[in-house]
């Protein structure tokens, strides 16, 4: 990394002509794609980037450049490059002064990591794709396609700004999915499974990666006998097996402060207001130990911190980063994340969740006379502006008189956030989370998402229509 009084000078350069914050982020990352598809390693990648970006802020707009060059001369011109686009002088002013408070500012994280990946050989990482295509195959002819991938990445940075703050962190990802395709005369149906977080190799003590693709595998076949599902409105328990994805897209982009400050949310200008019912409490939390979304502070420098969105139904804030702070005059809840040095930091989600509640899941199911149970839902969409979504449900089963019965397959959840998160009225004692890679503006950052098994007492169910 670069000496600390060089970014203090680069700092100053950049705020010579004036500005209201800037800050400097420096980037090194190692990782490791290894993928295993159809009987052969399709994909074997390690490999490694470093790079450095300074952005300026004033009068509420935002300039940035950055570089993997790390030469004096190509970091005096991206110092250049901001402060020029900010301003038309063509000479340096006086300069502010800006210190640095050369103390680390870390927060404290539980987060432990036991074994890290990069002291991991190459061939033990691919033992564990093939015992994942291994047990995945296990299932017979039924199984036409077996997609396996391990990843694992290190990433260190540190973040000075003007505000005086310096903070390092270092982030360790391992991640293993298993997408299986399997079909049965003309039905094709897919199974997915992932694990991973911010853990080391020590994730497969845990959960072997035959174990993920295994659970995949079994999925898939599974549904080829699945019963088409029915269609309606109908009463919906989304078990906490599913993980979070609902919450994530129904209501977790719309309390990101830049979608709400430019009018693009449901949720815009209702501070305070009930936007839930009063069981449900939505937290965002980055401080939560070894979860995928978890840090030590943001990518701006701001110590990772549990954030209260929904308190009992009322919206109690928005996610920010520094520069939507600045606009709203309030502080940063630390959630500036970029996908990397080249990208600016904006308002993201870490660990997301709906808090659990009193009841047993069992008193949750019990309760429903004609429903539907989910315990895995797929992929959605979701219009942050009027609220509405629909997604796929991976694996669903009919519940009849408080008792689940039949597997189905071809459900869809069709809703509005807002209806839907009134319209919750038994919220259970367990919390479970699933992970992915959360898109928005062209960058991609790791995420954590949970929901605790909860009722819904009533939403369109998309199926089969009897005829």
């Not at 940035?64 to 970091?75: C, G, I, P, Q």
């Not at 063509?90 to 502010?96: A, D, E, H, N, Y």
């Given at each position: 990394?670069?000496?600390?009084?060089?970014?203090?000078?680069?700092?100053?350069?950049?705020?010579?002509?004036?500005?209201?914050?800037?800050?400097?982020?420096?980037?090194?990352?190692?990782?490791?794609?290894?993928?295993?598809?159809?009987?052969?390693?399709?994909?074997?990648?390690?490999?490694?980037?470093?790079?450095?970006?300074?952005?300026?802020?004033?009068?509420?707009?935002?300039?940035?450049?950055?570089?993997?060059?790390?030469?004096?001369?190509?970091?005096?011109?991206?110092?250049?490059?901001?402060?020029?686009?900010?301003?038309?002088?063509?000479?340096?002013?006086?300069?502010?002064?800006?210190?640095?408070?050369?103390?680390?500012?870390?927060?404290?994280?539980?987060?432990?990591?036991?074994?890290?990946?990069?002291?991991?050989?190459?061939?033990?990482?691919?033992?564990?794709?093939?015992?994942?295509?291994?047990?995945?195959?296990?299932?017979?002819?039924?199984?036409?396609?077996?997609?396996?991938?391990?990843?694992?990445?290190?990433?260190?940075?540190?973040?000075?700004?003007?505000?005086?703050?310096?903070?390092?962190?270092?982030?360790?990802?391992?991640?293993?999915?298993?997408?299986?395709?399997?079909?049965?005369?003309?039905?094709?149906?897919?199974?997915?499974?992932?694990?991973?977080?911010?853990?080391?190799?020590?994730?497969?003590?845990?959960?072997?990666?035959?174990?993920?693709?295994?659970?995949?595998?079994?999925?898939?076949?599974?549904?080829?006998?699945?019963?088409?599902?029915?269609?309606?409105?109908?009463?919906?328990?989304?078990?906490?097996?599913?993980?979070?994805?609902?919450?994530?897209?129904?209501?977790?982009?719309?309390?990101?402060?830049?979608?709400?400050?430019r009018g693009l949310s449901i949720y815009s200008g209702k501070l305070g207001q009930q936007i839930a019912s009063t069981a449900i409490t939505v937290i965002d939390d980055a401080t939560l130990p070894n979860k995928r979304g978890s840090f030590s502070c943001d990518d701006e420098g701001?110590?990772?911190?549990?954030?209260?969105?929904?308190?009992?139904?009322?919206?109690?804030?928005?996610?920010?980063?520094?520069?939507?702070?600045?606009?709203?005059?309030?502080?940063?809840?630390?959630?500036?994340?970029?996908?990397?040095?080249?990208?600016?930091?904006?308002?993201?989600?870490?660990?997301?969740?709906?808090?659990?509640?009193?009841?047993?899941?069992?008193?949750?199911?019990?309760?429903?006379?004609?429903?539907?149970?989910?315990?895995?839902?797929?992929?959605?969409?979701?219009?942050?502006?009027?609220?509405?979504?629909?997604?796929?449900?991976?694996?669903?089963?009919?519940?009849?008189?408080?008792?689940?019965?039949?597997?189905?397959?071809?459900?869809?959840?069709?809703?509005?956030?807002?209806?839907?998160?009134?319209?919750?009225?038994?919220?259970?004692?367990?919390?479970?989370?699933?992970?992915?890679?959360?898109?928005?503006?062209?960058?991609?950052?790791?995420?954590?998402?949970?929901?605790?098994?909860?009722?819904?007492?009533?939403?369109?169910?998309?199926?089969?229509?009897?005829?």
């Open positions: 990394m670069i000496a600390d009084a060089l970014m203090e000078r680069l700092l100053k350069r950049a705020l010579s002509d004036g500005g209201d914050y800037a800050d400097i982020f420096i980037e090194q990352r190692k990782g490791t794609v290894i993928q295993f598809e159809d009987g052969r390693i399709e994909k074997a990648v390690s490999g490694s980037i470093a790079g450095i970006g300074i952005r300026l802020i004033r009068d509420r707009k935002t300039a940035y450049a950055y570089s993997n060059d790390f030469s004096d001369v190509t970091l005096d011109e991206i110092a250049d490059t901001v402060r020029i686009a900010m301003s038309p002088a063509t000479s340096f002013g006086t300069g502010r002064d800006v210190t640095i408070d050369l103390r680390r500012r870390y927060h404290e994280m539980r987060s432990v990591i036991n074994l890290f990946p990069e002291t991991v050989p190459i061939p033990a990482k691919i033992a564990l794709v093939r015992e994942g295509n291994e047990a995945a195959r296990k299932f017979g002819d039924a199984i036409k396609q077996v997609n396996v991938v391990y990843r694992d990445s290190v990433q260190r940075v540190k973040i000075f700004s003007s505000d005086g703050f310096m903070c390092e962190d270092e982030r360790v990802y391992t991640t293993a999915l298993a997408h299986v395709i399997a079909s049965k005369g003309d039905c094709i149906q897919t199974g997915y499974e992932t694990e991973g977080g911010c853990v080391g190799f020590e994730l497969f003590e845990k959960r072997p990666f035959s174990d993920i693709a295994y659970k995949a595998a079994e999925r898939a076949v599974r549904m080829l006998n699945a019963r088409r599902a029915p269609g309606g409105r109908m009463a919906v328990v989304i078990s906490s097996e599913a993980g979070g994805t609902m919450i994530h897209e129904a209501i977790g982009h719309g309390l990101e402060a830049d979608l709400a400050q701001t110590p990772s911190r549990r954030n209260v969105l929904v308190e009992g139904g009322i919206l109690a804030g928005y996610m920010y980063d520094k520069y939507t702070a600045l606009i709203d005059g309030v502080e940063s809840t630390g959630n500036g994340r970029r996908e990397s040095y080249a990208s600016k930091p904006i308002p993201r989600m870490s660990n997301t969740f709906i808090a659990p509640g009193p009841v047993s899941p069992d008193e949750v199911i019990g309760s429903i006379v004609h429903g539907l149970l989910i315990k895995k839902m797929g992929g959605g969409q979701v219009n942050t502006v009027t609220g509405d979504f629909v997604f796929d449900v991976q694996e669903g089963y009919l519940i009849e008189n408080g008792q689940v019965g039949d597997l189905v397959r071809g459900a869809t959840l069709v809703g509005n956030g807002p209806q839907v998160l009134n319209s919750i009225d038994m919220v259970g004692s367990d919390l479970g989370f699933s992970i992915g890679t959360c898109g928005k503006d062209a960058q991609g950052v790791p995420v954590a998402d949970a929901m605790p098994t909860l009722r819904i007492k009533e939403i369109v169910v998309g199926g089969e229509v009897p005829s």
